[in-house]
């Protein structure tokens, strides 16, 4: 809980879903700036005090002032899309100062490509070195040094209902885990801390792969023990892929990890999930693609994943095998038969 | 050769702090009693430190007694046994034991201290700076001769000694602020070579760390203990010692005293850039900026100024026993010794004298210099954003406004300004000809041999190590290509050879450079017009200098 004499409000950037519940969990503890770009959204929440569906607590203030935002609070919350993560914090970079602290709630990754071409082409070419986590992108775009990370199994819909969850507050600095728990954390929120923010990070945006292929496998009509065996064997492509990258293993057992994963498999309502029942259901990627507003999160991930494993020579079946199936036009029925072929040895050999 | 910054040598920072070499002593002794009682609060705690401390010493004293040390060093640490058994809480009142216990750690922290301690004489100083000179113009008239040479050492020197990067900025900054140069270091003559770039750009004199096996020469420790070098034990690896050091440096950089620390802590045993960089005393740089911001306000602070350095040799003096001990570290048991021959004056004077009287040369690649958040500076010393916007670094110190010192916070920012100067030190390493060669052949016999570890590849046999000519010439060029577009993307810098000659100069250039130090060539064309090697192991070690660059895809 905060201090009753911390008089600073917090501010929360970017007004989605998942903004709107972060705004709303840190309101149960103090005031709270709420900014979006769209004025119609500010006045919403403003006058009917309600965004996305859910209802604003009296505590949360809309503004469209960034400079406001940056002047009255020390603490930030930024949970943009990832795609526009980049611009938001370069637009904002002004009035940033090095007393600020950002706890991003983004789980995705920013790829720098060459003009015109796109993350699902088949002839980029990814490295490491390539990706940039919002982390970065903020130690990159602006003078912040004091960054964190907010990642867990925290589906919005869930928290919008007040079930109790319980997410990672992940961060370099003692300090910035310190603020960030004291200013979210309640009684439907519990909150555990991690120091290795570059895992945590990783482990939010590389389950999405695996949610695409549990939703396969719920298309399919199969049951625990096929998920039960998707999530495991998934956690170990995750963690090995991740180690390619230059992460520790830790995390990736913890919530943000092994966590966050069962709760994205087992969500049968989540855009990543559909994307995969449709799959099973014999529809292609075009046709997908062209019949939804966004791209699903996990189509990018897989083929970020995908090319991640090529270029660091890294063993992932499951990953190979979605691609495959998005990309290359495989059955979803041959590449299940083919996984259920594959020799994998050992169990537990990604520890 | 430029003018000095600040003409009196008795107006030097290095000068006004020797002066005060009392003070300096005793707020060093202070600090460190402060800081080691703030780590280990409870007698049981700090008792069982001294204990360590004593047991760690005990074991020096046994197994690498030098020279240098004292006569009573036994006796001293005798004495504390002693104290320890007649402090012991056991036995005697909790409060008696406790100041037995003060007492011992400020004698301890005192002898430490006053090892620590170096001194600068400004007469010795400028004795040493002519007899350097003199030295250096000798080894340039030796070769070139004629009248022109004699009287004009300096114009050949500049040719020599190359001082390259911001030098104008640094000079403006050295009078506005303390000036911490990092450097990369490969060898025991880094720090005598940066001094002499350093004075040769009209920098006031730097204080430095040598290590204490330097002054078992008398010689060596008569010069170097009054011209500004601290002294470093790195047989000591106590908690007292240590945190003794670190108050030193502390007080030091408090005090206004310009510093060159090599932030690698060692000299490069495998010859690779460091990016490995020792925390312990970069962090009393971290620590110095913020006190300066509690002392002062804000506008009024001193400032410390980072500046990576990247030496760049043809050759190295100790190339052949540093890979040695790198061997033998990285290898255990795989790995047969050959003991390596230690430094010696013939070898600093052979050294030199290649260095100076062939066509060849070294030079001193300053990085842009940063605050210690690595923002960039304006020509005052103030900090930029990336958008060229003042930034207050005083905040970074701060919690909602509030300085607040945060050891934990301080330590993530030290390790974030150690990757920035690595990011100096790779950004700003020039690279020489002889780089190249040696990287690729060692690059290429690798590839050729495809065996599982490093140490079988280096007992090949001589007839398995020959590499096609073509072939070699071909990676050579592939290689050179990347650096150029490394060099667009501002990644790497290459010496002027590189850029104005043809490939089979760069090639004869590299190799006969490499050469002309060595005794047993580590690389060279054989009868066929082939490329081989005698000594594959200092093949390795210049090898590496290029590591960390992705260049190894160019290969084959």
């Given at each position: 809980m905060?201090?009753?004499?911390?008089?600073?409000?917090?501010?929360?950037?970017?007004?989605?879903?998942?903004?709107?519940?972060?705004?709303n969990?840190?309101?149960e503890?103090?005031?709270?700036?709420f900014?979006?770009?769209?004025?119609?959204?500010?006045?919403?929440?403003?006058?009917?005090?309600?965004?996305?569906?859910?209802?604003?607590?009296p505590?949360?203030?809309?503004?469209?002032?960034?400079?406001?935002?940056?002047?009255?609070?020390?603490?930030?919350?930024?949970?943009?899309?990832s795609?526009?993560?980049?611009?938001?914090?370069?637009?904002?970079?002004?009035?940033?100062?090095?007393?600020?602290m950002?706890?991003?709630?983004?789980?995705?990754?920013?790829?720098?490509?060459?003009?015109?071409?796109?993350?699902?082409?088949?002839d980029?070419?990814?490295?490491p070195?390539?990706?940039?986590t919002?982390?970065?992108?903020?130690?990159?775009?602006?003078?912040?040094?004091?960054?964190?990370?907010?990642?867990?199994?925290?589906?919005?819909?869930?928290?919008?209902?007040?079930?109790?969850a319980?997410?990672?507050?992940?961060?370099?600095?003692?300090?910035?885990?310190?603020?960030?728990?004291?200013?979210?954390?309640?009684?439907?929120?519990?909150?555990?801390?991690?120091?290795?923010i570059f895992?945590?990070?990783?482990?939010?945006?590389?389950?999405?792969s695996?949610?695409?292929?549990?939703?396969?496998?719920?298309?399919?009509?199969?049951?625990?023990?096929?998920?039960?065996?998707?999530?495991?064997?998934?956690?170990?492509?995750?963690?090995?892929?991740?180690?390619?990258?230059?992460?520790?293993?830790?995390?990736?057992?913890?919530?943000?990890?092994?966590?966050?994963?069962?709760?994205?498999c087992?969500?049968?309502?989540?855009?990543?999930?559909?994307?995969?029942?449709?799959?099973?259901?014999?529809?292609?990627?075009?046709?997908?693609?062209?019949?939804?507003?966004?791209?699903?999160?996990?189509?990018?991930?897989?083929?970020?994943?995908?090319?991640?494993?090529d270029?660091?020579?890294?063993?992932?079946?499951?990953?190979?095998?979605?691609?495959?199936?998005?990309?290359?036009?495989?059955?979803?029925?041959?590449?299940?038969?083919?996984?259920?072929?594959?020799?994998?040895?050992?169990?537990?050999d990604?520890? | 050769?430029?003018?000095?910054?600040?003409?009196?040598?008795?107006?030097?920072?290095?000068?006004?702090?020797?002066?005060?070499?009392?003070?300096?002593?005793?707020?060093?002794?202070?600090?460190?009693?402060?800081?080691f009682?703030?780590?280990?609060?409870?007698?049981?705690?700090?008792?069982?430190?001294?204990?360590?401390?004593?047991?760690?010493?005990?074991?020096?004293?046994?197994?690498?007694?030098?020279e240098?040390?004292?006569?009573?060093?036994?006796?001293?640490?005798?004495g504390?046994?002693?104290?320890?058994?007649?402090?012991?809480?056991?036995?005697?009142?909790?409060?008696?034991?406790?100041?037995?216990?003060?007492?011992?750690?400020?004698d301890?922290?005192?002898?430490?201290?006053?090892?620590?301690?170096?001194?600068f004489?400004?007469?010795?100083?400028?004795?040493?700076r002519?007899?350097?000179?003199?030295?250096?113009?000798?080894?340039?008239?030796?070769?070139?001769?004629?009248?022109?040479?004699?009287f004009?050492?300096?114009?050949?020197?500049?040719?020599?000694l190359?001082?390259?990067?911001?030098?104008?900025?640094?000079?403006?900054?050295?009078?506005?602020g303390?000036?911490?140069?990092?450097p990369?270091?490969?060898?025991?003559?880094?720090?005598?070579?940066?001094?002499?770039?350093?004075?040769?750009?009209?920098?006031?004199?730097?204080?430095y760390?040598?290590?204490?096996?330097?002054?078992?020469?008398?010689?060596?420790?008569?010069?170097m203990?009054?011209?500004?070098?601290?002294?470093?034990?790195?047989?000591k690896?106590?908690?007292?010692?240590?945190?003794?050091?670190?108050?030193?440096?502390?007080?030091?950089?408090?005090?206004?005293?310009?510093?060159?620390?090599?932030?690698?802590?060692?000299?490069?045993r495998?010859?690779?850039?460091?990016?490995?960089?020792?925390?312990?005393?970069?962090?009393?740089?971290?620590?110095?900026q913020?006190i300066?911001?509690?002392?002062?306000?804000?506008?009024?602070?001193?400032k410390?100024?980072?500046v990576?350095?990247?030496?760049?040799?043809?050759?190295?003096?100790?190339?052949?026993?540093?890979?040695?001990?790198?061997?033998?570290?990285?290898?255990?048991?795989?790995?047969?010794?050959?003991?390596?021959?230690?430094?010696?004056?013939?070898?600093?004077?052979?050294?030199?004298?290649?260095?100076?009287?062939?066509?060849?040369?070294?030079?001193?690649?300053?990085?842009?210099?940063?605050?210690?958040?690595g923002?960039?500076?304006?020509?005052?010393?103030?900090?930029?954003?990336?958008?060229?916007?003042p930034?207050?670094?005083?905040?970074?110190?701060?919690?909602?406004?509030?300085?607040?010192?945060?050891?934990?916070?301080?330590?993530?920012y030290?390790?974030?300004?150690g990757?920035?100067?690595?990011?100096?030190?790779?950004?700003?390493n020039?690279?020489?000809?002889?780089?190249?060669?040696?990287?690729?052949?060692?690059?290429?016999?690798?590839?050729?041999?495809?065996?599982?570890?490093?140490?079988?590849?280096?007992?090949?046999?001589?007839?398995?190590r020959?590499?096609n000519?073509?072939?070699?010439?071909?990676?050579?060029?592939?290689?050179?290509?990347?650096?150029?577009?490394?060099?667009?993307?501002?990644?790497?810098?290459?010496?002027?050879?590189?850029?104005?000659?043809?490939?089979?100069?760069?090639?004869?250039?590299?190799?006969?450079?490499?050469?002309?130090?060595?005794?047993?060539?580590?690389?060279?064309?054989?009868?066929?017009?082939?490329?081989?090697?005698?000594?594959?192991?200092?093949?390795?070690?210049?090898?590496?200098?290029l590591?960390?660059?992705?260049?190894?895809?160019?290969?084959?």
């Amino acid at each position: 809980m905060r201090n009753a004499s911390d008089k600073y409000p917090v501010a929360v950037i970017g007004a989605g879903s998942f903004g709107t519940v972060v705004a709303n969990l840190l309101a149960e503890n103090g005031e709270v700036l709420f900014y979006s770009r769209r004025k119609e959204a500010v006045e919403a929440i403003n006058k009917e005090r309600s965004n996305n569906g859910q209802a604003m607590h009296p505590n949360v203030k809309a503004t469209n002032d960034m400079q406001e935002i940056a002047e009255k609070c020390y603490l930030m919350f930024p949970s943009m899309s990832s795609d526009g993560f980049r611009e938001v914090i370069r637009s904002m970079a002004v009035y940033l100062r090095p007393d600020h602290m950002m706890i991003h709630c983004t789980k995705g990754f920013d790829i720098k490509l060459e003009p015109g071409k796109s993350i699902l082409d088949r002839d980029v070419v990814l490295q490491p070195s390539d990706i940039y986590t919002m982390s970065k992108v903020i130690l990159e775009e602006s003078c912040v040094k004091r960054v964190g990370c907010m990642s867990g199994p925290n589906l919005a819909r869930e928290i919008a209902f007040h079930h109790p969850a319980a997410t990672v507050i992940a961060s370099k600095f003692e300090e910035v885990i310190r603020e960030g728990e004291s200013a979210i954390r309640s009684k439907r929120l519990q909150v555990y801390s991690n120091h290795d923010i570059f895992a945590v990070e990783l482990a939010g945006v590389l389950k999405n792969s695996m949610a695409l292929a549990a939703g396969a496998l719920g298309g399919l009509g199969y049951g625990q023990n096929a998920m039960a065996f998707l999530i495991t064997r998934g956690i170990g492509e995750i963690i090995r892929l991740a180690t390619a990258m230059g992460a520790d293993k830790q995390a990736f057992l913890g919530l943000a990890g092994i966590g966050d994963l069962v709760a994205t498999c087992t969500s049968p309502l989540s855009r990543n999930y559909t994307v995969g029942a449709r799959l099973a259901k014999g529809e292609t990627l075009e046709y997908i693609l062209s019949t939804s507003s966004e791209v699903a999160e996990g189509i990018k991930t897989v083929s970020i994943s995908k090319k991640l494993a090529d270029s660091t020579g890294t063993k992932t079946p499951i990953i190979q095998t979605i691609y495959k199936v998005l990309f290359e036009e495989l059955k979803v029925e041959e590449a299940l038969g083919y996984l259920m072929e594959y020799r994998w040895g050992y169990d537990a050999d990604y520890m | 050769m430029l003018e000095s910054v600040i003409p009196r040598i008795q107006d030097w920072p290095i000068n006004r702090i020797a002066k005060k070499r009392d003070k300096i002593l005793q707020e060093t002794i202070s600090e460190t009693v402060l800081e080691f009682n703030k780590s280990y609060p409870t007698l049981f705690s700090l008792r069982e430190q001294l204990q360590k401390t004593l047991y760690l010493e005990n074991i020096r004293l046994k197994t690498e007694p030098w020279e240098v040390d004292p006569e009573d060093e036994r006796e001293f640490w005798n004495g504390i046994k002693k104290r320890l058994l007649q402090a012991d809480p056991a036995q005697i009142d909790e409060d008696a034991s406790k100041e037995l216990h003060q007492e011992m750690l400020q004698d301890i922290i005192s002898r430490y201290a006053n090892e620590i301690i170096g001194n600068f004489i400004p007469n010795m100083f400028w004795f040493a700076r002519q007899a350097l000179r003199l030295f250096f113009a000798r080894l340039f008239n030796a070769h070139f001769g004629g009248l022109k040479g004699l009287f004009n050492p300096d114009e050949k020197l500049k040719d020599k000694l190359i001082v390259a990067g911001p030098v104008e900025k640094l000079r403006n900054l050295s009078t506005k602020g303390t000036v911490i140069l990092v450097p990369t270091h490969f060898s025991n003559l880094d720090s005598v070579i940066i001094g002499f770039g350093m004075d040769y750009i009209g920098l006031p004199a730097f204080q430095y760390g040598a290590g204490l096996n330097l002054f078992n020469s008398k010689f060596f420790s008569f010069f170097m203990g009054n011209l500004g070098a601290y002294k470093l034990d790195r047989r000591k690896k106590n908690p007292v010692y240590l945190e003794t050091l670190k108050s030193f440096s502390k007080t030091n950089i408090l005090a206004g005293a310009h510093t060159i620390f090599f932030p690698g802590g060692t000299r490069s045993r495998a010859g690779n850039i460091e990016d490995d960089i020792k925390l312990g005393l970069l962090g009393t740089v971290m620590a110095a900026q913020r006190i300066h911001y509690e002392k002062n306000p804000s506008n009024l602070a001193p400032k410390i100024f980072i500046v990576p350095l990247t030496i760049s040799y043809h050759f190295v003096l100790e190339a052949s026993s540093l890979i040695e001990e790198q061997l033998k570290r990285t290898g255990k048991e795989q790995y047969l010794v050959n003991e390596g021959a230690p430094t010696t004056v013939k070898g600093i004077i052979k050294f030199f004298w290649e260095t100076f009287s062939k066509s060849t040369d070294i030079t001193l690649s300053l990085s842009e210099p940063m605050d210690v958040f690595g923002n960039a500076l304006d020509d005052d010393g103030n900090s930029l954003d990336k958008f060229g916007q003042p930034v207050h670094i005083r905040n970074y110190f701060a919690n909602k406004g509030q300085l607040k010192e945060d050891d934990q916070r301080e330590m993530i920012y030290t390790q974030m300004l150690g990757e920035k100067i690595v990011e100096g030190f790779f950004k700003n390493n020039v690279v020489y000809a002889s780089h190249v060669v040696t990287f690729v052949a060692f690059e290429l016999l690798k590839k050729k041999l495809d065996y599982p570890d490093i140490f079988t590849l280096l007992r090949t046999s001589d007839e398995d190590r020959e590499i096609n000519w073509d072939e070699y010439k071909m990676c050579v060029k592939r290689v050179i290509d990347e650096l150029y577009v490394l060099n667009n993307k501002e990644q790497i810098k290459l010496a002027p050879h590189m850029t104005t000659k043809e490939l089979d100069e760069i090639i004869a250039l590299g190799i006969n450079n490499v050469c002309i130090y060595h005794a047993n060539l580590p690389i060279m064309r054989n009868k066929e017009g082939n490329i081989t090697s005698e000594d594959l192991k200092v093949l390795y070690y210049y090898h590496n200098r290029l590591k960390g660059y992705g260049l190894e895809k160019c290969i084959g």
